[in-house]
């Protein structure tokens, strides 16, 4: 009838490849799936998929749910009623804070991880957009700072390659 004119989809956690088959039908316009520092498989098989078939990517949870704003300690704790007082349990918070803090000594001078964490994920040409979280209005002016255009030397992406981390789903990861 002409109500809709563009479908899209949202991708499980960890598991991009989930979505090849739903791409292939040629009905999607927008896939939606988490890719960051850390969750670099959808470069594996969706991205190229996706580049071939013209389809837009939104990259999601840019900041690993916090991990890569470079702010969460081993000893961070949240809110019982905040979901992310189930996810971060010990096993989940203490490796995503070891990692987050391997990244540290790459973060360029002048630059905050968080601002790596996007530019990252804006350098690669088959991303449309990513859509970062903000609590508050300095993280926004941060983050549409990080949107102007200015990619993440070669050499620095192919040193974050290094700190992809597969995951697979588990009962805190939701």
Known sequence: QGKVSTWGVSVNRWEPDNSLDTIKTGL???IQVIYNIFDQAPEDNLLPL???KNIAVIARVPFDEGTLTGTLTKTTTFP???????YFVPENLIASVDRADALKPLVPQGMTIAEMALRFILSNPVVSTTIPG???IKNVEA???SSDGKELPASLLQKLKNHRWDRRPTKWSQ
């Not at 019982?80 to 189930?86: A, L, Y």
Request: overall charge neutral; hydrophobic content about 30%; some cysteine.
């Open 28 to 30: 999607i316009d927008a």
């Open 50 to 52: 996706c580049q071939e």
């Open 80 to 86: 019982k009623e905040d979901w992310r007082s189930t």
């Open 134 to 136: 903000m609590r508050k």
């Open 143 to 145: 983050n549409m700072a």
